[in-house]
């Protein structure tokens, strides 16, 4: 019932949001005396505002067309490179720039879509050949088609590189830190040519003993069976993955909304000042923020209970006891991919240390190969978004691959 009483709100609420746009456009009208003088600005600011909030979204588009390299402004085309089941290999080519060094990025498959790395992929592009993990919307899956847990997701990421070809590099942002460790792991011990050259993680919960959040204190209170009980979902008729079990995108979207509601209410009040002083500009920034950030995705059921049990409970990777198709993963099987890990400093879902661990468990690994960054006054979002990452972040993603490029 739970996905079904989320369908029913949805529906109210996407008819009220066109009911309050129209309102909206009509207290704005240039013939309405009402738009210059009285309560005719705020009431449409206020209006404009519940419109936004409450607005259905679905999949946002990169919408990187061109991209400057050198002063100039190359054309990018979006290619999809390999298709599967529960996700795909998106390219985005620029002609003239082949021979760059291969980046796959891994987005997370964590509630949203990757377009909320378009900030990252937008800042990698000058300089690198990038490909990003395209992951599907779990609802929109025939029950069919079959299911995909944390093994699924690593055979993914081999199988992706092993398109992409050797002398790639990896970059994990947050969750898919743990199967893209796994994955090297794996590489590495059956010496696959397409290991990649570099892996790079960004506020990857590696050991969410060090230093535990909000998230991982949540995910270590109660057993397996409540987050079964109480946060799966079952997808509804009208959708192509009906019948399928998912942890839905809402859940995890208001999971995350609590954490800082405070934060998101000061967001709003700050865009419904901007719109009644007439700083549409600084109002539509953080639309564009909130349209992407309320843009979420179903995971499936199985996959997530798995990440909840393996990371966040048993801390099978940092303890030795990670296995991927039965067959345990020995972390010091990686001894030539240089590794990165970045944190940062206010993350209040990766802990300080959680990422770092993995150069700890490295056994392998000669210390030339390892590196670590911590972001001092940087939030989660901020590692991957935003003028942080553009200006101290990444300059140090992008020397790290130079020097491992090979």
């Keep these: 019932m739970l996905y079904d009483a989320y369908e029913l709100q949805r529906s109210l609420l996407a008819g009220a949001s066109a009911l309050a746009n129209a309102s909206v456009e009509l207290l704005n009208n240039p013939a309405n005396p009402f738009a210059y003088f009285?309560?005719?600005?705020?009431?449409?600011?206020?209006?404009?505002?519940?419109?936004?909030?409450?607005?259905?979204?679905?999949?946002?588009?990169?919408?990187?067309?061109?991209?400057e390299i050198d002063g100039k402004q190359v054309p990018v085309t979006e290619e999809i490179e390999c298709?599967?089941?529960?996700?795909?290999l998106k390219h985005f080519v620029r002609d003239g720039h082949e021979n760059d060094p291969k980046l796959l990025i891994v987005a997370p498959m964590s509630g949203h879509f990757a377009t909320l790395l378009r900030g990252t992929v937008e800042r990698m592009l000058p300089k690198h050949d990038v490909y990003i993990t395209d992951w599907r919307d779990a609802r929109n899956i025939p029950i069919r088609e079959g299911g995909f847990d944390l093994d699924d997701y690593i055979d993914y990421v081999i199988e992706f590189l092993e398109y992409i070809g050797p002398?790639?590099?990896?970059?994990?942002?947050?969750?898919?830190?743990?199967?893209?460790?796994a994955a090297a792991a794996v590489m590495s011990a059956d010496n696959n040519p397409a290991r990649p050259k570099t892996l790079t993680m960004m506020g990857g919960p590696i050991d969410t003993r060090e230093a535990p959040t909000a998230v991982n204190v949540l995910a270590t209170q109660r057993p397996l069976s409540w987050f079964e009980q109480n946060v799966v979902a079952t997808v509804p008729f009208q959708y192509p993955g009906a019948g399928r079990k998912v942890y839905p995108g809402f859940m995890q979207l208001a999971g995350f909304m609590s954490m800082n509601l405070g934060n998101h209410l000061m967001s709003h009040w700050e865009m419904f000042k901007h719109l009644v002083e007439g700083d549409g500009e600084s109002a539509d920034a953080t639309k564009d923020f909130?349209?992407?950030?309320?843009s979420?995705?179903?995971?499936?059921?199985?996959?997530?209970?798995?990440t909840v049990r393996e990371v966040f409970q048993e801390h099978s990777l940092p303890r030795g006891m990670f296995e991927h198709r039965g067959k345990r993963i020995d972390p010091s099987a990686i001894t030539d991919i240089a590794v990165l890990a970045i944190e940062g400093e206010r993350d209040d879902i990766s802990g300080v240390g959680q990422t770092k661990a993995a150069l700890t468990i490295s056994?392998?690994?000669?210390?030339?190969?390892k590196k670590y960054y911590l972001a001092e006054?940087?939030?989660h979002y901020g590692i991957f978004n935003g003028s942080k990452w553009r200006k101290r972040i990444a300059p140090v993603v992008e020397e790290w691959i130079v020097t491992?490029?090979?």
Aim: hydrophobic content about 40%; overall charge neutral; proline content about 9%.
């Design 38 to 67: 009285g309560g005719g600005p705020i009431l449409a600011s206020a209006l404009d505002v519940f419109a936004h909030a409450a607005a259905p979204r679905g999949k946002p588009a990169f919408n990187l067309p061109f991209i």
């Design 83 to 88: 298709r599967k089941t529960f996700g795909q």
């Design 167 to 181: 002398g790639a590099h990896m970059l994990a942002v947050c969750q898919p830190s743990v199967p893209c460790y």
């Design 290 to 294: 909130y349209d992407e950030y309320r």
């Design 296 to 306: 979420v995705c179903d995971m499936t059921a199985e996959f997530y209970l798995q």
């Design 363 to 369: 056994a392998g690994l000669p210390e030339s190969h």
């Design 377 to 379: 006054g940087v939030g």
């Design 404 to 406: 491992h490029k090979g």
